[in-house]
Each structure stands twice: as C-alpha cells, then as structure tokens.
Nanobody
Framework: QVQLVESGGGLVQAGGSLRLSCVFSGRTFSNYDVGWFRQAPGKEREFVAAINWSGSSTYYADSVKGRFTISRDNAKNTLYLQMNSLEPDDTAVYYC?????????????????WGQGTQVTVSS
C-alpha cells in the first residue's frame, strides 16, 4: 500500500525558511501527481502547491506564490516544499498528498492518498 511520510516541520520566526520533505513508498512514485495542502486551527484544509509526475509542471495557491517552491526527486521517491519568507499565517499542519497521474495534471489536484502531516509554526 502507498505510504507518505512528511518531515521537516518546526518552529521558525517570521521571515525564516523551512524545507518540508515527503517520502513516498509502496508504489511507483513517478505514476503520481503530488502536492502539499495545509490546515490551520479552526480552518478548512487548503491547497498549497502541486507538481506533475515528471516535475515539469507546477502550480501554487496565490497566498504562497513567489515564497514557496515545490519540487520532486523521482529517483529518491521524495517530494519537497521549500518555504521562504514565512509569515504567521503560514502556521498550519502541512500534508503531502498523491493522485494517480493525469495528462495534463488535474487542477485542482484531487488526491486519494494522504500523509499524516507535519506541524509548521511561524512566530511573529
């Protein structure tokens, strides 16, 4: 069965950076489009960023465009999210998620597989 395991969350000051990682196992990673979502306390889970199976196509939520970068390494079965210029409003549990690839990538991404989440807290 497919498993997604996130890491890299933590506490950071506003303006700082964090890099999240998500290791994919159980299936062929390159058969999936993948993305990051987040959920802040008391709010609905929201889309953050997605990347297609090959890494050639990405898209972002407006709130993170220009600050976050999504990438993947299919040889390492790993998804990344580089987060720069972090703001207190970025505080949330961040989830990686996977959907069987489509060509072109479905927008919005509709994942069927989710990780357990990693906490990101940005202090002001």
């Amino acid at each position: 069965q497919v498993q997604l395991v996130e890491s890299g969350g933590g506490l950071v000051q506003a303006g700082g950076s964090l890099r999240l990682s998500c290791v994919f196992s159980g299936r062929t990673f390159s058969n999936y489009d993948v993305g990051w979502f987040r959920q802040a306390p008391g709010k609905e889970r929201e889309f953050v960023a997605a990347i297609n199976w090959s890494g050639s196509s990405t898209y972002y939520a407006d709130s993170v465009k220009g600050r976050f970068t999504i990438s993947r390494d299919n040889a390492k079965n790993t998804l990344y999210l580089q987060m720069n210029s972090l703001e207190p409003d970025d505080t949330a549990v961040y989830y990686c998620a996977a959907a069987r690839l489509t060509i072109p990538m479905t927008r919005p991404l509709k994942p069927g597989i989710w990780g357990q989440g990693t906490q990101v807290t940005v202090s002001s």
